[in-house]
């Protein structure tokens, strides 16, 4: 599978989420934007998720059916079902459309912002999950971009 570039100008990879980006504040979304993406792309997918998280995986932001032609996502991204630029919501695990950031009950978490590439489009509606997501992509990635930032509470004057 092709590795490619995903990057976004709040925080390094590994490095803490700013505090505007996570619960403790306005809690959107940080801008993202990637490069390198295989040539074939027909779609991309975005997973964001703590494996952190006490009892499992929380998902915090799903997104797919993203065009190729798209080369990042701003500050902010609107929750609504379909995205102006293209690409579809689906739910998180706070049960909500769109971005949902940083809040654990204790200590440092990570934050895992994945890119994938596919060879075609999903087709799943809106407020899919991110289960129903990955199934859909078996057999279709191409490619995979990743991101991690993390987030303490104690650390909520960033």
């Known amino acids: 599978m092709a590795q490619f570039i995903l990057k976004s100008s709040a925080f390094e990879n590994g490095g ?5 980006h996570t619960c403790d504040s ?7 934007f990637w490069s390198g993406i295989p040539p ?3 779609a991309l ?3 964001v998720d703590d494996p952190d998280a006490p009892k499992k995986n929380w998902v915090h932001w799903v997104l797919f059916d993203v ?20 690409g579809v919501h689906g739910v998180n695990d706070f049960g909500n459309l769109g971005y949902g950031g940083p809040c654990p009950p204790s200590g440092t978490h990570n934050y895992v912002f994945t890119l994938y590439a596919l ?9 899919s999950t991110r289960a129903a997501v990955l199934a859909a992509m078996q057999g279709h990635m191409m ?5 991690i930032g993390r987030y303490s509470r104690s650390r909520s004057t960033l």
């Open 45 to 47: 997918s975005l997973i």
């Open 67 to 86: 065009p190729p032609e798209v080369t990042g996502l701003p500050e902010g991204v609107e929750p609504n079902p379909v995205l102006e630029i293209g």
């Open 26 to 32: 306005k809690d959107v979304s940080p801008a993202l």
């Open 16 to 20: 803490f989420i700013p505090r505007i």
């Open 40 to 42: 074939t792309t027909a």
């Open 143 to 147: 490619g995979q971009a990743r991101l």
């Open 119 to 127: 060879d075609r489009k999903l087709d799943l509606p809106s407020r």
